[in-house]
Each structure stands twice: as structure tokens, then as C-alpha cells.
């Protein structure tokens, strides 16, 4: 342990070392260096800038620098803004694999301490930063901005930056910005994650010469609320700083005298190859945030809104679940529809007792018959929503989100309740604990389908804390279901992937990547999922839909093995399908239960693009202390492209499950292993067992 203000102070990860150092001038801590990469040099001279604005501060706020952008942005009722920060006691604590350092900076005239937190892991390769800040004055303050530092990155001038963009059912489309000088900004203002941006950013350098210009960094935040994230590549400078936090355009942060706000985690990652980055993500998300690695949390699902949409009823449910086990799945959800006055998207939302129209007997035949025939059942809800046309909206028309006199906006025809009055959040808990009490119930959906609008309260002084706090009670619901019914899988949904972040991996155990299940459109979606999430948690589904962009047709097949790259379910109106289509899905369903483990922890490579010629997922997962080896491709062909598929870093040879082919690990790597596509003629799966 150190207790000191010398430095530098190492922290270690699973492949690297960092070093931070006190800054010159006093005011904070500076990240030296990241592994072998470039260390920070002071310039030569400053001129129209201070000290503390060429520095590269970890964290910092306006009023220690002057013209710099900076973390905290301060407010206090005599108009005084900002904070002039000075370095005080600084920690550094070592406990297992971990390393956390804890710097304070305080402004000894204006009442604020704010700690910084680094913690590093030798378990993986992320790095996690947040920060504590205490008013510690006789009079409230304002939080504008209260971001829990920022990352400076040694790949200037500029950067190269990839960023995941995208719409309802185009989630997740990787995009690439040249950022010579200026700001990168994406953010959520809907106070959700949102559909338009996930909250994860690469960087990399724009010129090739430069001493660590092969390296790429990655910074993900760790929020499911309103945020806003930075990219600030300051003319000339060396280093680009990468900062995120709750959004500070639309909330503010109030401070009593005492009080405190944590803000959220960011997590950094190095790689010395780009292409490492989406790999690191994976380990460090399988690692620290997964409950485990368990069929039960991962089940085969069969869902029956496409098949039954509003219209649900007990017998056909029933039906439809004597089919889905006939195929092999685990688990039968009943989707949106089974609950009071529900015939529609516009009533019922927010009251959650069990229709006795649709189920005169409740649901516990249909749950006693879905156990029966060997699965568990499964339940939707969106718990933060009501219809104004429910009971719930009718007796607390308070509940809901709303800007004083201004007149209501419906989408989807449906408000959302507000999380941060505690009688509302005390609402929703008593709901879920009474369904998942009541029944026999081991998988949940939840589901949030609309932004929210006019966030607030008016005449509350803590009223724009209001995505804080619906963040926070969300999480906190979530957490009540881990702690309270273990045995549930939650699968996390805001009408598709519109709610994906470390937080919501940390209390899921799937999540829904997007409502487009077109198989085309969403072997795209799921091509930017995993660059930056792990597959352990991408649900998806083979259903009937048709794709929305990328017509070019597909076999049935092709449908099934784009799901099996995640958490396999199924989605269609299994009525309608053809004999043949259902003994290929059995098939299929049997043939994914038997490499679910590799898929849920195997290494992934992402060989070409789905939008041209053939595009391979690998899967490889390697058992310790020279055990199994398995290696799965899916592969998917457009236009009847067929080629070999290079696998590289294989050792020994590996025969072809359910042939007599055996592949060498010079061949794979050289001249590739053959994709014979005997699934179907546009889609295969080939998987590779170590035999020496």
C-alpha cells in the first residue's frame, strides 16, 4: 500500500502496465504511460494557454483549467463557477488481482473534494475509473457536468474513431471518423442508452509513423441512463481525451451541503492490434460481468409474439409450447398480451394481473402443461410504462413523467412512470415480486418500449437528477430479481437494443440486440454487436420476418444460423412451418445445444463483411492445460460466394465433426479450411475438434 503523493503508481493489467503521475503543477494526476507506448513530455513552452490545460489531467474542471475542455463544471448560488483543484492524499491498495488508486482533488476555497478512482485487474485487460464528489461547502452546488475523469490517449494529433451508430432496427452499424482536431460527441438525451448510439468509441492514430501508432484504444461507458461521451483532439496535441458521463445538456447534478455523487464507470482498453479490441471487450465482460456460463441462463428460447402477437390464448399457447419442445427448446415465454385488457398496444399497460379472459383458470395451467412437457416458462413486462387508458394511469395520473401544464406525449400509446418517486419504483417491485411469487416463472422480459419525454419534476430542487434516478431505480429492480429469485434469467430489451451497456450486462443474462430479426439485416446488427459486446449475451431469434434492407433471399437455414451466433431462440409461427422446416430446425436446435459452450465463451473472429461475398464467425475455445479445442464457423454466402476460411493460431490437427476430413493447423492457417455448405447452399456450420 502507498500513501503518498510522490508516484508514479503502477497499476497492472492482464497484458500491460500503468503508470500515473502527479502533474506538475499540483493540481491532479496524469496517465505517464500505458504499457510500452509514449510517454507524456511536457512542450517546450505554453503561451496562450495555462499550465494545467497542456497537461494531460485524468481529472480536472473548469476553473483549474482555463481553456481546455474539463470533467466538472461547477455551479454555486453566489454565481461563482468551477473549482481550482490541488492533488491531495493519494492510495494506492493492491487486494487479490486488483489495484485501485484513489487520488483526491480538493478546492480548499470552494468547497468540493472530488476522488478519482483507477482500478486495474490482472484478470483482463479494461481499466475502470469513476469518481466521488463531495460538497463539502455550507450551501448546495450544482453539477452541470460530472464526468469521473477522462482518459488521455497517446494517438495524436487527431485520431481515427470507430463508433457504433444506428436506429431502431439498424442498431449497432460501425462507423469510422477521421477527427484531424475538434470534438467527437454521440450521447443519449432519451434517458435510455439508446437506439442511436452504443456508448463505446475506438481510437486509433491517423498517422503511421508515430512510436505507438499500431496500438488502438477503446472506451466504453458504464450507463443506462441519459449520457454523453467526447472525443477532444486539441490542434497539434499528442494525445486525444476520451471522457463520458451523465448527459450535461439535459440534467444537472444537485448537491446539498454533505452530499455526494458517484458518478458512473468508464472502462479503457489497449490493444497493440485494432482487431484485438473486440476480444478484449469479450474477456473482460465474461470475467467480471456474467453471472455465469450456465445452459439455464442461457437457454434455447422459444418466444411467441410472431406467432400470436396480441391474440393470446391459453390452448394455442399451449400448442404452440407442445411444438417448441417437440424441437428442443428450453424455455417458453409468453410475450406481450396475457395480462388485464391488453388487446392492443394502447390499454392494459401497468395492470399486471393475469387476463381472466384469455385465462379463465390464471396461468397456472399453462405454466403446469409448459412444465410438463420438459421447459420452463417465461414471461414479458414492461414495468416502466402505463397506457393512459389502464387503472394504474387513471387512479395516479402523478406517476408519470411530465413538464407542469404542457400536454402529454404518447408513443407507442404509452407514458413511462417515473422511477425516481419512490412509491412508483416501491410499485414496481411489489409487482414483480407478487408475479414471479405467485408463479412458477424462471425467465423474464423486460422490455421498455419508448424514450422518455419531458424528464423532470417540476418544484423538486433534485427534479433534473431524473435519468439518475430512473437509471438507478431500474438498476435496482434488476438487482432485486438477481438477490431475491436467482433462478430467473432476466433478458434485457428496450425495444431491441436500444438498453446495451456494461450496467445492463452486469444484471442480464441476455439481451435483445434489436427487433429486426430479417436474417440479412440482422447478421449486420449482429456484426456490430460483437465489436464491442460479447456473444454470451446476444439473444436472438429465427423467426418468419422479412428483411427491411438487404432483400437478397435466404434459406430457411441460413435464418437458423444467424440466431446460433448468440443465445439461440426461435420466433416463428410454428403452426405454418413445413415438415421439412421443422426437422431442419430440430436439427439445428440439437447441433447448437452441443457447441453452446464454445458460442458462449469461445474467442470470436469476424472473417470479411456481411454485405459482400462470404462472411465467416469463428468460434474457438481453448480448455486449459492442453484440453479440448474447439474451433465453429458459421458461414453465410451472398450471391453464392464460396471460399476457404483462414484459421489462424491453431496447434496440431483437427478433424471435421461428423467426417473424416482432418485439417492440419499449417493448412488452416495457409490454405484455409473448405466452408462444403451442406447445411444449405448460402449458410454451413463446420466445426473443428483437436485430435493431437
Known amino acids: 500500500m502507498s500513501d503518498d503523493t510522490e508516484g508514479p503508481w503502477l497499476l497492472r493489467t492482464a497484458d500491460a502496465e500503468l503508470a500515473y503521475l502527479p502533474s506538475p503543477g499540483g493540481e491532479g494526476i496524469l496517465l505517464d504511460r500505458w504499457g510500452a507506448g509514449a510517454r507524456w513530455a511536457p512542450p517546450a513552452r505554453v503561451a496562450v494557454e495555462t499550465q494545467a490545460d497542456v497537461t494531460p489531467l485524468a481529472l480536472t474542471a473548469a476553473g483549474t483549467r482555463q481553456v481546455q475542455r474539463a470533467d466538472l463544471l461547477i455551479e454555486r448560488p453566489d454565481g461563482r463557477t468551477g473549482a481550482r483543484l490541488r492533488l491531495g492524499q493519494v492510495r494506492l491498495t493492491r487486494e487479490g488481482t486488483r489495484t485501485r488508486l484513489a487520488a483526491e482533488h480538493a478546492d480548499p476555497g470552494g468547497g468540493v473534494l472530488a476522488t478519482l478512482f483507477v482500478e486495474s485487474d490482472t484478470r483482463h485487460g479494461a481499466v475502470a475509473q469513476w469518481a466521488d464528489i463531495v460538497n463539502t461547502s455550507a450551501v448546495p452546488i450544482r453539477l452541470t457536468r460530472a464526468f469521473g475523469g477522462s482518459w488521455e490517449l497517446p494517438v495524436g494529433p487527431g485520431a481515427r474513431i470507430g463508433a457504433l451508430a444506428g436506429a431502431w432496427s439498424r442498431e449497432f452499424t460501425p462507423v469510422t471518423v477521421d477527427l484531424p482536431a475538434g470534438t467527437f460527441a454521440i450521447g443519449s438525451r432519451t434517458g435510455l442508452t439508446s437506439h442511436l448510439y452504443a456508448p463505446v468509441v475506438t481510437v486509433g492514430a491517423r498517422e503511421t ?61 489497449r490493444a497493440a492490434d485494432p482487431a484485438d479490441l473486440p476480444g478484449a471487450w469479450h474477456g473482460f465482460q465474461r470475467t467480471v460481468l456474467r453471472r455465469d456460463a450456465s445452459a439455464h441462463h442461457h437457454p434455447v428460447v422459444y418466444n411467441s409474439w410472431y406467432a ?15 411444438r417448441a419442445a417437440d424441437l428442443g427448446a428450453e424455455v417458453f415465454v409468453v410475450d406481450d398480451g396475457w395480462f388485464r385488457g391488453r388487446t392492443s398496444d394502447a390499454a392494459g399497460l401497468g395492470d399486471w394481473g393475469v387476463d381472466p379472459a384469455k385465462f379463465p383458470e390464471g396461468l397456472g395451467p399453462l405454466i403446469d402443461g409448459v412444465r410438463d412437457l420438459g421447459m420452463r416458462f417465461g414471461i414479458w413486462v414492461e414495468p416502466e410504462c402505463v397506457n393512459p387508458d389502464s387503472d394504474l394511469f387513471r387512479a395516479n395520473p402523478d406517476w408519470v413523467y411530465r413538464a407542469g401544464d404542457r400536454p402529454l ?152 444460423l444467424v440466431a446460433m451466433c448468440g443465445v439461440l431462440g426461435v420466433g416463428g409461427d410454428l403452426g405454418a412451418w413445413s415438415p421439412t422446416d421443422l426437422t431442419t430446425a430440430r436439427d439445428l436446435i440439437a447441433a447448437y445445444r452441443e457447441i453452446r459452450p464454445v458460442i458462449l465463451d469461445g474467442d470470436v473472429t469476424r472473417h470479411g463483411s456481411p454485405a459482400v461475398g462470404q462472411y465467416v464467425v469463428q468460434y474457438r475455445l481453448t480448455e486449459p492445460d492442453g484440453g479440448a479445442d474447439t474451433v465453429v464457423l458459421l458461414a453465410f454466402s451472398r450471391g453464392g460466394v464460396r471460399e476457404r476460411v483462414r484459421v489462424a493460431g491453431l496447434d496440431g490437427s483437427y ?12 493448412d488452416a492457417a495457409g490454405a484455409g479450411v473448405e466452408i462444403g455448405y451442406r447445411v444449405a447452399p448460402d449458410a454451413d456450420l463446420v466445426v473443428l475438434d483437436r485430435v493431437r
Not at 400470436?308 to 407442445?322: E, I, K, P
Not at 478433424?655 to 499449417?666: F, N, Y
Open 209 to 269: 509513423d508515430l512510436p505507438d501508432a499500431g496500438a488502438a484504444f477503446s472506451v466504453a461507458l458504464a450507463w443506462s441512463g441519459s449520457w454523453s461521451m467526447t472525443v477532444d483532439a486539441v490542434p497539434f496535441r499528442g494525445r486525444v481525451r476520451v471522457g463520458a458521463g451523465v448527459d450535461d445538456e439535459t440534467g444537472v447534478i444537485m448537491l446539498e451541503p454533505g452530499a455526494s455523487f458517484t458518478t458512473p464507470r468508464t472502462y479503457a482498453i
Open 308 to 322: 400470436t402477437t396480441f391474440d393470446v390464448r391459453a390452448d394455442h399457447q399451449l400448442a404452440l409450447a407442445q
Open 409 to 560: 406525449v404518447t408513443v407507442r400509446n404509452q407514458h413511462v412512470l417515473d422511477l425516481g418517486r419512490p412509491e412508483v419504483e416501491a410499485f414496481v417491485a411489489d409487482m414483480l415480486r407478487r408475479l414471479l411469487s405467485e408463479h412458477d416463472i424462471t425467465y423474464l422480459k423486460w422490455d421498455m418500449n419508448r424514450p422518455i419525454g419531458d424528464g423532470g419534476r417540476p418544484g423538486d430542487p433534485h427534479g433534473l437528477e431524473w435519468s439518475v434516478q430512473h437509471a438507478r431505480g431500474y438498476h435496482r429492480l434488476l438487482d432485486l430479481i438477481r438477490s431475491e429469485f436467482p433462478a430467473v434469467t432476466v433478458e434485457a430489451c428496450a425495444s431491441g437494443g436500444g438498453r446495451v451497456d456494461a450496467e445492463v450486462l452486469a444484471r442480464s443474462d441476455v439481451v435483445w440486440a434489436s427487433d429486426e430479426t430479417g436474417p440479412r439485416d440482422r447478421l449486420a446488427i449482429q456484426h456490430g454487436f460483437l465489436s464491442a459486446y460479447s456473444a454470451s449475451w446476444m439473444a436472438s431469434w429465427a423467426t418468419d420476418e422479412p428483411d427491411q434492407l438487404d432483400t437478397e433471399p435466404t434459406s430457411f437455414a441460413f435464418r437458423f
Open 655 to 666: 478433424r471435421v465433426r461428423s467426417s473424416d476430413v482432418t485439417v492440419s493447423a499449417a
